[in-house]
T-cell receptor, first 113, second 114 residues
């Protein structure tokens, strides 16, 4: 079955540091890939997505590239801010357009001033 | 309007109570979802309604009963819950079972069962 593996953290960085959160997946064909963010006490928000190989999703300074050859979708940001402190979830839906999202376990990011 | 609203924000109920959670969206989405999220865990899918019909039930106990009165509304009726059912309940919506579509999540209802 489909699965997502992401680094669990927690990750603690200083403001303006470079961020990478690794995400790899197992799925047949070409799933769609997502990064969601959950701020404390809130629901999940879509951060970015990619639907085919070599697509780059980007939003709010965050980027992730769909790498079919390494089955990866790593999240990066060049300079994090305190306001980026949150839990980040990598997720996939299968190529058939399933209603199901398969989530990774989440990575908690804390950014210190 | 890209908002999914949920009420109430917080709910405390005893094991013999009956209560309902409500979810609403006005994005014209045709799929709506209920998730359960425990602390420090990812959301777990409970139910999916597609075009107002229940399409997925992830073997959820019958003490949780979903209802979709129309394409904009989704309810979750709760009865005889257990303390382990305490969690954040998230509602989401999407355009449907289409490739690459994202789900939009509400802020959740924090449920405590005493």
């Amino acid at each position: 079955g489909n699965s997502v593996t992401q680094m669990e953290g927690p990750v603690t960085l200083s403001e303006e540091a470079f961020l990478t959160i690794n995400c790899t997946y197992t799925a047949t064909g070409y799933p769609s890939l997502f990064w969601y963010v959950q701020y404390p006490g809130e629901g999940l928000q879509l951060l970015l997505k990619a639907t085919k190989a070599d697509d780059k999703g980007s939003n709010k300074g965050f980027e992730a590239t769909y790498r079919k050859e390494t089955t990866s979708f790593h999240l990066e940001k060049g300079s994090v801010q305190v306001s980026d402190s949150a839990v980040y979830f990598c997720a996939l839906s299968d190529q058939g357009g399933s209603e199901k999202l398969v989530f990774g376990k989440g990575t908690k990011l804390t950014v210190n001033p | 309007d890209t908002e999914v609203t949920q009420t109430p924000k917080h709910l405390v109920m005893g094991m013999t109570n009956k209560k309902s959670l409500k979810c609403e969206q006005h994005m014209g989405h045709r799929a709506m979802y209920w998730y359960k999220q425990k602390a420090k865990k990812p959301p777990e899918l409970m139910f999916v309604y597609s075009y107002e019909k229940l399409s997925i039930n992830e073997s959820v106990p019958s003490r949780f009963s979903p209802e979709c009165p129309n394409s904009s509304l989704l309810n979750l009726h709760l009865h005889a819950l257990q303390p382990e059912d305490s969690a954040l309940y998230l509602c989401a919506s999407s355009q449907g079972p289409l490739r690459g579509v994202e789900q939009y999540f509400g802020p959740g209802t924090r449920l405590t069962v005493t």
